[in-house]
């Protein structure tokens, strides 16, 4: 698609995506849901800490209710609470606007179903095909038709008290750090830890629209790690800015990545006999280790493509209950049709205590493999991955790793790179081979330079 990627439409505040890009996403919308529903459209609308996500906001508002239908605002708040407002509350569709991980200059927009799952396709592309378009192609509503903005704050509160309903055990005497990274979980997190009856750290959670991310959340780990071992904590979490990933952090400030989450959880619901299948999904992103480790525990596994989406598909396809990315997308098909970073904490939290014992213990036969990933700029993506010599490397590495590592290169799907992924018993194996494949890349003249 030229706008929607797997994680929606993303880029640089009013450049890549500006704000008439929202009003016509608004204006489509409210459009579509309110000829559908007889001029009842209800669309609900999240958004993270980010200084555009209000002038988004405004905008996508304004679009919705000049067509025609009814937009409720849950103002800053995370993706997976408009994935469950949506689908526990009757809308039509929900709207979250957040940009992730990326810079606070960045945003997104992501476009969810009643279902609380990313829009279909089909949907998307229509959507795209109008933002290309003039505004003319739909009629302004008028009078009594036209839409209303209405507060619904509630319907975060009522995320939170859900969160906490999923909980079956006391997390009482439990010292627990999360890291919010200054974005949407800075309004949830905290609440559903004291709550449970943890000993809540919280770091990283006075947003000021510019924050959001910087040295902190998911993708910045070390900053949770040092937090952990100073303040002597049994674990704590990192999300993301819209806090649909999560990272942990042992009590000895070992990084529990999404394979490491989905080892620990999948291993103790199969204990229990709740795991459906006995097996789980991943992406192909997800590191050899799982899988031998997973392997000798007796739960098999699906491989999909890179994006959560992916992941939800599959699980929806097979029936199975557990899923996700090496990302720290985790989805728990019980609970949620999403990834989430508050929930899936809280699974891993539930899991410690129930086994009596620290993620440390929980992790002991989990070897994570070391992993390389460069990223190359190509001429042409298509072409360079049908090299006839390159495709001969790729084997012979291959071979030459058998069962003590893997190869994986692929195509970004927006960008024009060829990413190229290591995964061997150290890290300088993974550095020389990774190199190898990138000389053999330029030797046929297929790199950007």
């Known amino acids: 698609m ?43 609308i999240g958004k993270d800490t980010r200084r ?3 002038m988004f906001e405004d905008a996508i508002s304004a679009g919705i209710t000049s067509s025609g239908s009814d937009c409720y605002l849950l103002h800053v708040t995370t993706t997976p609470s408009v994935s469950y407002v949506v689908r526990s509350e009757d809308f039509d569709c929900g709207i979250m606007i957040t940009a992730s991980h990326n810079p606070f200059y960045d945003n997104g927009i992501k476009i969810l179903n009643s279902e609380g799952e990313k829009m279909e396709d089909f949907f998307l592309e229509e959507l795209e095909k109008y933002i290309d378009s003039d505004f003319e192609d739909i009629d302004l509503a008028v009078g009594k038709d036209i839409g209303r903005t209405i507060d619904f704050t509630y319907g975060r509160n009522r995320y939170i008290a859900y969160l906490i309903q999923t909980v079956t055990k006391s997390f009482k005497h439990k010292r627990v750090g999360l890291d919010c990274a200054n974005g949407a979980s800075s309004a949830i997190a905290k609440s559903v830890y004291d709550a449970l009856g943890a000993d809540t750290y919280v770091i990283n959670n006075k947003p000021d629209g510019f924050n959001i991310n910087v040295d902190s959340g998911s993708t910045h780990i070390e900053a949770l790690r040092k937090y952990v071992v100073e303040n002597n904590l049994d674990c704590g979490f990192a999300f993301d800015g819209d806090a649909d990933r999560c990272i942990g952090v042992d009590n000895e400030g070992n990084i529990l990545d999404g394979d490491s989450i989905l080892y620990i959880c999948a291993n ?9 299948n006995d097996s789980i999904v991943t992406t192909i992103m997800s590191n ?8 000798r525990v007796g739960i098999s596994y699906r491989k999909t493509d890179v994006g959560d989406k992916n992941v939800q598909r599959t699980m929806n396809e097979t029936g199975d209950i557990l899923g996700g990315e090496q990302s720290g997308h985790i989805i728990f098909s019980t609970y949620a049709n999403t990834g989430d970073g508050i929930l899936t904490s809280l699974r891993m ?9 620290d993620f440390v213990t929980l992790t002991r036969d989990l070897k994570i493999y070391p992993q390389v990933l460069k ?3 190509v001429k042409d993506k298509k072409q360079a991955l049908k090299n006839e010599n390159l495709n ?12 003590s590592g893997r190869v994986l290169v692929r195509a970004s799907g927006t960008e024009p790179l060829i990413r190229v992924m290591i995964e061997a018993e150290s890290e300088s194996i993974c ?16 790199v950007v330079k």
């Open 375 to 377: 990223n190359v700029m």
């Open 349 to 357: 939290v539930e899991v410690m205590i129930e086994n009596k014992t």
């Open 288 to 295: 050899i280790g799982l899988y031998k480790a997973l392997d």
């Open 268 to 276: 103790h619901l199969k204990e229990e006999g709740k795991l459906e």
């Open 392 to 403: 001969k490397k790729i084997d012979e590495i291959k071979d030459r790793l058998k069962d």
């Open 52 to 54: 555009s996500s209000y």
């Open 431 to 446: 550095e020389k081979l990774t190199d190898e494949i990138i000389a053999t890349m330029e030797e046929e003249e297929l």
């Open 2 to 44: 030229k706008y929607f990627g797997t994680d929606g439409f993303r880029g640089e505040a009013n450049k890549s995506l500006n704000v008439y890009h929202a009003f016509k996403i608004g204006r489509f919308v409210g459009n579509y849901f309110s000829k559908r529903n007889n001029g009842n459209g209800k669309i609900i």
